[in-house]
Structures are given as C-alpha cells and as structure tokens.
C-alpha cells in the first residue's frame, strides 16, 4: 500500500509537471505581464483643463501624495487672472502649464485676430506669473484649426489634444472617472478637468492603476509622428520621461 501510495504521488507530480509544460506558455500569454520595473511600459500624461480654481492646492497635494507625481496643467488666462496664487503654487510643484485660451471660446468660430489674441493674452498672464511662457497649447473643446496651429506655432507652443477623454465632467463617479483613464496606452494623454471633487479622488488610484502597468506619469513633449485624438484628428506630441 505504502510503495503504491508513493507511485499515485510521483505520477501525480509527473503529469502535474507535463500540464505545466503545456500550460505555461499559453497561460503567460494570457496573463498581465509584471512590470520590470517602474516606467518599464514607458509614460503616460496626466493633465488637467480649465483651472487654476479653488481646488488647486488640493490637486497638487494630492499629486504630492501619491508620490510627488508630475501633471501638466491646462490654464485659462481669466483664471489665471482670478488666482495668480494657485499659477505659482503649480509651477513651484514642479508641475507644468500650458495654455488654455482666454476666455475658453469656441476658437474656431472666433476668427482672427481675436483667436490669437486669446492666445498671447494668456501666455503674458501665464509668463508674468511663472516666469515662463508656455510651450504648450489645449484649444478648449478640442475645436482647433490650422490656422489656430499656426497661431500656437508663431507663439512658440505645440497643440496638444488627448488620447483619452475620462469625461470627468459629465458628473460620472470617481470608478469611472479612474476606468476610463486606465484605458491609456503608453505614450498616451490623459484628459482631466481642475475643479471636481470625483476628479480630486480619482488622482491616486490612476496613478496606482498606472504603476500597476509599469506606467509612470510623464512629461508632454512634441513628437514629429502623428497621434490620434480621435477618428481623422491627429496632433504632435506624446508623454515622455521628463
Ligand atoms: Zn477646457
């Protein structure tokens, strides 16, 4: 009984074994691979349109929280103009400002000069409050043109859009709010809005989502290949280590 006992377990580790040998390359290609490392799938973007606003000390403390995380934040002049404060409070965290328009119109209905002066208006409000001009450019709602490029081109900005719209605005939950930033791809950029609490509570669960993936966030930077924003829309730039 003893030495059958003991050839039922040799041969149930035997055909464990040839199972595993069978199963394992299938069952690898299946699984999340785990990370090599932190950013070993590269970068990602977080950023945030439509501040600063009263939530803005919030919004860099968490970033803070989660691990001194680097966002790039979208401004708009007139903001800029009611909290000059919370434009240094970002700069100062190491965060990065871009443009935002004025006054967030339709730029592509507004025609010009009105359009680029939208755009030079901020960049001064932007400059005398950080010290620096923006080198990045969000027209609001994504309403962009060539001539609107070209207008962030002569103020020495690249047009950013995004790879992925969380639609934190649409009142949705913070779940949701986290699930569809999740669904970035390296490389990707991430649209998000200043002023929503879901949007405050989302921030380091994203940025764990991220890391869980090898994903770290990143900077904007242009890029000379196209990506996509949506069907038949591309734009320059992508997120890169910083
Ligand atoms: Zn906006």
């Known amino acids: 009984?003893?030495?059958?006992?003991?050839?039922?377990?040799?041969?149930?580790?035997?055909?464990?074994?040839?199972?595993?040998l069978f199963a394992g390359p299938a069952a690898a290609a299946h699984a999340d691979p785990e990370p090599a490392g932190p950013c070993a799938a590269?970068?990602?973007?977080?950023?945030?349109?439509?501040?600063?606003?009263?939530?803005t000390p919030a919004y860099v403390r968490a970033l803070n929280d989660a691990?001194?995380?680097?966002?790039?934040?979208?401004?708009?002049?007139?903001?800029?103009l009611d909290h000059p404060q919370y434009v240094t409070q970002i700069a100062a965290g190491g965060h990065w400002i871009g443009n935002h328009s004025f006054s967030h119109p339709f730029l592509d209905e507004l025609g010009e000069p009105d359009a680029f002066n939208e755009l030079l208006g901020t960049n001064q409000i932007l400059q005398s409050a950080t010290g620096h001009a923006p080198s990045l450019f969000r027209p609001p709602y994504g309403r962009t043109n060539p001539g609107i490029r070209q207008d962030a081109t002569t103020l020495g900005m690249t047009e950013v859009l995004?790879?992925?719209?969380?639609?934190d605005y649409n009142g949705i939950s913070t779940d949701d709010i986290v699930a569809n930033a999740l669904t970035v791809r390296p490389g990707g950029i991430i649209l998000l809005h200043e002023g929503y609490t879901t949007?405050?509570?989302?921030?380091?669960?994203?940025?764990?989502?991220?890391?869980?993936?090898?994903?770290c966030a990143g900077r904007i930077?242009?890029?000379?290949?196209?990506?996509e924003a949506w069907p038949g829309t591309t734009f320059f730039a992508t997120a890169a280590h910083w």
């Open 162 to 167: 995004w790879t992925v719209d969380t639609y």
């Open 67 to 80: 691990g001194w995380v680097k966002a790039t934040f979208f401004l708009t002049g007139a903001h800029a």
């Open 199 to 215: 949007t405050l509570a989302a921030i380091p669960r994203i940025v764990e989502g991220l890391a869980e993936r090898g994903l």
């Open 42 to 55: 590269g970068y990602a973007a977080i950023t945030f349109d439509d501040g600063p606003s009263t939530l």
């Open 221 to 227: 930077v242009p890029s000379t290949t196209p990506t």
């Open 1 to 20: 009984m003893k030495s059958n006992a003991r050839v039922r377990a040799w041969t149930t580790v035997a055909l464990m074994t040839v199972a595993g």
